[in-house]
């Protein structure tokens, strides 16, 4: 069974930062492609930065400057840096990891950004 933990959200104030990780448990052995989506009530999911096996990055334009995405391949993590948050970042984050032609999610965690 494979399953994916995300950690690091929470409510911060406009401009601060805050660290996403995405941990993967079980039969993965590498990570072919990894991103971060997020979805605010009423829009559809959207992808917010990812990164393919070979470390080539993409990030969506309204995130372009501020936000950060790596993996750590040993660990089976990816992470999202953001920083700079402004109030319309608020969603739910959640990652996406591929692996071996597979798919997989996890459970998806809350940034609220607020003064």
């Known amino acids: 069974q494979v399953q994916l933990v995300e950690s690091g959200g929470g409510l911060v104030q406009p401009g601060g930062s805050l660290r996403l990780s995405c941990t993967a448990s079980?039969?993965?052995?590498?990570?072919?492609?990894g991103g971060w989506y997020r979805q605010a009530p009423g829009k559809q999911r959207e992808l917010v930065a990812g990164?393919?096996?070979?470390?080539?990055?993409n990030y969506a334009d309204f995130v372009k400057g501020r936000f950060t995405i790596s993996r750590d391949n040993a660990r089976k993590t990816v992470y999202l840096q953001m920083n700079s948050l402004k109030p319309e970042d608020t969603a739910v984050y959640s990652c996406?990891?591929?692996?071996?032609?597979?798919?997989?999610w996890g459970q998806g965690t809350q940034v609220s950004v607020s003064s």
């Open positions: 990164i393919t096996g070979s470390g080539v990055t």
């Open positions: 996406s990891v591929v692996s071996r032609g597979y798919q997989y």
């Open positions: 079980g039969s993965i052995f590498s990570i072919n492609f």
